[in-house]
């Protein structure tokens, strides 16, 4: 595509697996990911677009197995790689880029070769898509214990529910949404052997030891960096949590039935 100089970072993984603290830590390393974000640093029509997307298939990001059924079809995927190319216009809107002054100052940034890309998890999913349009982007995936993903998904969606929103789903099935972050995260694996450039990272390891694997991964984006600015990306990143740590421990068991935990460093097993 004409308009990009560079092909972009794109940050995947399931939600609340540390995408939001990642990409924060990325943007302040001198990764371009956008002006008109949510507060989680997603284009809000990047969002529309895959949701939309989603709802052809009756799935959504709390149950896009209908989504990843059918676009295991050469014909659905297709028209899915379509569907995608033609939300992208010359503004860059969907990646949450403005019409004014510093929107074309930034567009132009992304035409010179600076590095940029994006973050929202249901890009996941369409990884395999948006692979077809950028053969040679950087997918940077982002992972966490499975158990801490459900855990957070249910405590946001109990919060969202006591301020009105209807359920999403059967989210609040603590099963449920172990097996929902370990099918993002199953969406993700398959680009390790597509991708001409993926890199994988547990968050606990960016939490273990910031600067270290902010380092790592500002190498894989091609951010060149002062060390200020890595004190400052660095100084982001929250601990885990003790009583989170300790919540997962008394749940271990439920991950023996996904060798992808085990592969990714998740035991079942007590450490």
Avoid at 58 to 75: D, E, H, Q, R, V
Avoid at 222 to 241: E, H, N, V
Wanted: aromatic share 10%.
């Amino acid at each position: 595509m004409k308009t990009f100089g560079s092909s972009p970072v794109i940050i995947i993984g399931a939600h609340r697996s540390g995408t939001t603290a990642t990409a924060r830590a990325l943007r302040l390393l001198g990764l371009q990911i956008g002006q008109q974000l949510d507060s989680h640093d997603e284009s809000r029509a990047l969002q529309q677009v895959h949701e939309d997307y989603l709802r052809r298939f009756g799935a959504a990001w709390y149950n896009p197995a209908p989504f990843l059924a059918a676009i295991k079809s050469t014909k659905e995927k297709d028209l899915c790689v379509n569907y995608l190319r033609d939300r992208i216009e010359p503004t860059l809107a969907v990646f949450g880029y403005k019409p004014g002054l510093t929107g074309r100052w930034q567009r132009n940034r992304i035409r010179d070769g600076e590095p940029w890309g994006w973050k929202e998890p249901r890009t996941t999913l369409f990884a395999d898509c948006w692979l077809e349009l950028f053969a040679h982007a950087k997918f940077l995936h982002v992972v966490r214990n499975p158990l801490a993903v459900a855990r957070s998904i249910q405590k946001r969606e109990l919060e969202f529910q006591a301020k009105g929103d209807a359920p999403s789903g059967r989210v609040q099935d603590f099963d449920y949404c172990v097996d929902l972050a370990l099918t993002y995260v199953e969406a993700g694996e398959a680009l390790a052997d597509r991708a001409a450039h993926y890199e994988r990272v547990r968050f606990e390891d960016i939490q273990a030891d910031p600067a270290r694997q902010l380092r790592m991964l500002a190498g894989f984006c091609g951010l060149p960096f002062t060390d200020r600015q890595m004190q400052r990306a660095a100084k982001t990143i929250r601990p885990m949590r003790p009583d989170a740590t300790e919540e997962i421990d008394a749940r271990r068991s439920i991950l023996a039935k996904y060798p992808l935990a085990a592969k990714l460093g998740y035991s079942a097993e007590a450490p």
